[in-house]
């Protein structure tokens, strides 16, 4: 039997505790009747928290808690959910920490899904090996933790004792995947079609939206942001854009970069992409129609670099995120 704590942090999402409990749950009764484990629940989840203390989900719930850290138990793996909000007093939370630290080095396997990637990484565990979070707090993630080796694009990096998910919903990738390695393949299949939870998400880039920077201050580049916005289908150059900004090219090259992170034409092409996406997902124009209104003229060529962003076809990134209703 594997005892796993789902660890109660303030402001988690209450989900990504329940949901694993529950995936683990059904995962033991199934594992029974298929005699893989017969007499004994293949796991065994509890949701642990500091003593004390009242722990509260980022809606307002209130965490009932099954057991505390003073209880000294060593589980066999540790789950740290999806948090919301502010991270910085749940990481200087030593307390969780020091807890999250110890059952790693008892021979935990310390899991995250989302945000928290941040509690096992302050541990200092992740230190020069690879790790995932949610695609939005890559960059904060890359600061903070300069010595993991942080793969922003996957949905799932395991480490052997140490397993990081990305997205908020990778709660239930992360409670399969455990299924998988702890119990069988066959017992997650099972899991997969009763569930209805989705094995084959392995990249976190289609979900990834653009993020444009607007506030670094500098007014010259936000007008040539406002002028790329306007008409992202159409090219600028260089000189055009800094005769616009009244600056000398280099000058506006140097700005555009240190105020966005991307020069113009990569900033361009982002906005590009980020059209396209948006016109697959609301419209019933065709790919080619599309690569036009995306100011690319080859299709063929539009479809690598879509997919190159993506990791998927412009047609199969349309099929899983078109937002109009289905026809039944």
């Not at 928290?49 to 066999?76: C, K």
């Not at 230190?127 to 799932?156: C, Y």
């Not at 990778?170 to 066959?186: H, K, N, V």
């Not at 670094?216 to 260089?238: W, Y």
Request: proline fraction near 5%; include cysteine; charge should be positive.
């Amino acid at each position: 039997m594997f005892n796993v704590a789902l660890l109660a942090v303030q402001n988690c999402m209450y989900s990504s505790l329940t949901g694993p409990f529950d995936v683990f749950s059904v995962a033991a009764g199934q594992a029974e009747q298929l005699a893989e484990q017969p007499g004994s629940p293949l796991f065994h989840p509890i949701i642990v928290g500091p003593d004390g203390r009242e722990i509260r989900a980022f809606n307002g719930m209130p965490i009932p808690l099954g057991a505390t850290f003073a209880a000294a138990t060593v589980y066999d793996i540790v789950l740290v959910p999806v948090i919301f909000g502010d991270l910085a007093a749940i990481l200087a939370d030593r307390e969780t920490i020091n807890w999250l630290d110890h059952q790693g080095r008892m021979g935990a396997c310390l899991c995250s899904a989302c945000a928290g990637s941040f509690l096992i990484a302050e541990t200092g565990r992740l230190n020069g090996r690879t790790a995932t979070t949610h695609w939005n707090l890559a960059d904060s993630f890359a600061k903070r933790f300069p010595q993991v080796i942080l793969k922003r694009e996957k949905m799932l990096v395991d480490e052997g004792d140490c397993i990081t998910a990305g997205g908020v919903s990778a709660y239930l990738d992360l409670a399969l995947y455990l299924t998988a390695r702890f119990g069988s393949p066959e017992l997650a299949a099972l899991l997969s079609k009763m569930l209805l939870i989705d094995p084959a998400r392995r990249l976190q880039s289609p979900y990834q939206a653009s993020v444009f920077n607007k506030k670094h201050g500098d007014q010259a580049v936000l007008h040539i942001q406002n002028r790329l916005e306007e008409d992202p289908g159409r090219l600028q150059g260089i000189a055009d854009l800094a005769k616009k900004a009244g600056l000398g090219e280099r000058t506006l090259m140097r700005r555009f970069k240190k105020a966005t992170g991307d020069s113009p034409l990569e900033y361009l092409q982002r906005l590009r992409i980020e059209t396209a996406r948006k016109l697959l997902e609301t419209s019933i124009e065709s790919v080619e129609e599309i690569t036009v209104r995306a100011g690319y003229a080859d299709v063929s060529s539009f479809r690598k670099l879509f997919k190159r962003h993506t990791g998927l076809s412009p047609s199969a990134y349309r099929k899983r995120f078109a937002c109009r209703l289905p026809m039944f």
